[in-house]
């Protein structure tokens, strides 16, 4: 079950750091003009969008990295995924938490920030249950 959801995790996280990266390079202006006036410039966009592409697909990388060693059975990535989902649960949770809040603030986009809100919480269950089972994982091998 771990690999499964890590899996489906590596390819929604790397599909969407190239999507990111698609839209730094053809769809800055449309970005742009879906905005409020800025005081920032079509290329400082256009870096900005590239930075956060290239850590949305930098995770997806992370997760099929521990996922390959997952596969060779290496301890450490038995750990590294352990860690990776525990820290997942809690960006998960906070960004499920935050898009709560935003939706009681701004309640035109209760419908999209309610679908990102449970979208979130389904991924800290997602990624708490692959923390809890790569833990035992790693009990059950060294004998503890």
């Not at 839209?23 to 920032?40: E, H, N």
């Not at 949770?93 to 419908?111: E, Q």
Request: charged share 10%; aromatic share 2%.
């Amino acid at each position: 079950m771990a690999r499964t959801i890590l899996s489906i995790a590596a390819v929604v996280w790397t599909l969407a750091g190239l999507a990111g990266l698609a839209v730094a390079a053809l769809g800055t202006d449309t970005v742009r003009s879906a905005l409020p006036p800025l005081a920032i410039d079509r290329s400082a966009l256009g870096g900005a969008i590239t930075t956060v592409a290239l850590g949305i697909l930098a995770v997806g990388i992370l997760h099929l990295v521990i996922l390959a060693g997952i596969r060779r059975r290496w301890r450490g990535a038995l750990a590294g995924g352990a860690l990776l989902g525990a820290v997942m649960t809690a960006v998960s949770t906070a960004s499920g938490a935050a898009a709560v809040a935003s939706a009681v603030r701004t309640p035109d986009f209760v419908a999209l920030l309610g679908a990102a809100a449970l979208g979130a919480s389904l991924a800290a269950v997602g990624y708490g249950l692959v923390t809890v089972r790569l833990i035992g994982d790693l009990r059950s091998d060294s004998g503890i």
